[in-house]
């Protein structure tokens, strides 16, 4: 009976360490190694397959307020520019490829350390007191972790989640106003464009005018070979700026992130500057705000200031971290050990603790103090280098403000003299030459008013980018969302299918 029942037991023992050998097999290959090497005509295919025409792309578009209308036709305003190269742009892929990452560190960084199985083999060459020449067992490990290392562990995890969405947001935001620079010069030089054309008609009718009196002996060569020099030279900026034109319309549409091969379908969107200048200077929330609500405004909203905080949270989590690991875990460790003439059930405990002082973790909690420290002086340093930035800026566009307000009356001081002008021709005291001249004039300040209002625009953009204010920033961020539920959605499609 005692046999039969010692064979059962050793029976059960085999299964048993058979059926632990196979789970920890189980639990050690998670996953299989697959190539995926990168294929640089793969990738070009992949680039040159990036069109106006992409469904998917469309449907984004149109779930961001781009109308059905628009997307039938080949003129692209800023918002249509700005979301399609959104949707291609390669480097919101990698940083959302980062926040996938961070996701998953925070899905499963809270979890407990498996039991570890090991199965001690032994061998006895001295079997003379009876022992087994061999002898197996299995034994089990639980190990128990302190909650408040797991906690720390997630906390750090969460921080990092929070820096890779502040990286998609902030990567976001720069690609916009990129886009915003380049547009904003696209414009201004095509204004410019439209201004010189009208100057060279006026200077073509002038010169015209001047042949005549020239032949009636009423003018001199001189004055109308300066005429001619003076249209030579016009003609000749027309043709520089229409290169710059071609030039901003060529950066405009690389920002798309399309294929070359759309470029030749493509037209932008035209707004005359000084009606976008004149929109943008009517905005009481920054021409009269107070400077101390902008300062709030501008710590409050700005993505690198948020990041420093992260970071800051990030070093707190850090130290946190390092001082749960002061104190050891407890690891269990029930097990079998099979002989041929006994069985042996074992129960072992272990506690590593440290036998001098435990220098090592020591060092690494001070490193993670003055980490700390450091991180609350970067953020100090700059605040005030934000503030700073907010000064100088709110300053020049109240400059700019005001230069406005001065070009803005020059030109109806020249538009003004133009009417009396037409009266004293129509009564007979003066001529045309005297009118075109005048207009001649008119185009010259115009030509400075652009000047003046290009700067004003960049003032205002400049001041625009640094406060990333919540008119501005709610729909940005409305966009990211967008964008990434799109991403996650097409994900998930893919993976199904």
Known sequence: MSYLFTQRLRYVACCAIISLLFLSMQGCVKHSYKEEPINSRNVLNEINSWNIDNPDL??????????????NGNVFSIERLYLTSLYYDPEMQVAYKKWKKAQIAVEHTDYRINPEFSLPFEHHSDTSSGQSEWTIGAVLSFIYERKGKRDARYARAKVDLLNAKLAITKLAFEQHGQLEDHYHAYIVTKTKIIERENEINVLNNLLEQLERKFELGA??????????????????????????????????LAKSNLAYSEYGSIDIEYIHPLSLA?????????????????QLALLDNHLDMAMMLNDYAQAEAELRLEIEKQYPDIVLSPGFIFDQSDNIWTLGTSWVLPLFKNTKQNLKILKALEDRKIRQGEVVVLQKKLLSSLFMKHKSILRHKNTLDVSDAIIASIEKRANEINTQIEIGGTDSVTLLRNRMEFYKAKQAQIEIYNDAIDAMHEIEHLLQTPHFGSEINKIISSWLNHIQEKETYESVN
Not at 220 to 240: A, G, M
Not at 283 to 290: G, S, V
């Open 58 to 71: 469309n449907q984004f578009l149109q779930a961001n307020g781009i109308s059905a209308e628009q997307l």
């Open 219 to 252: 003018v001199s060569q001189f004055e109308l070979s300066t005429i001619q020099l003076e249209l030579q030279q016009r003609s000749f900026q027309l043709t520089l700026q229409e290169n710059i034109l071609q030039k901003n319309k060529d950066e405009l």
């Open 278 to 294: 004149r929109e943008l200077y009517q905005r009481p929330e920054l021409i009269k705000a107070d400077i101390a609500n902008l």
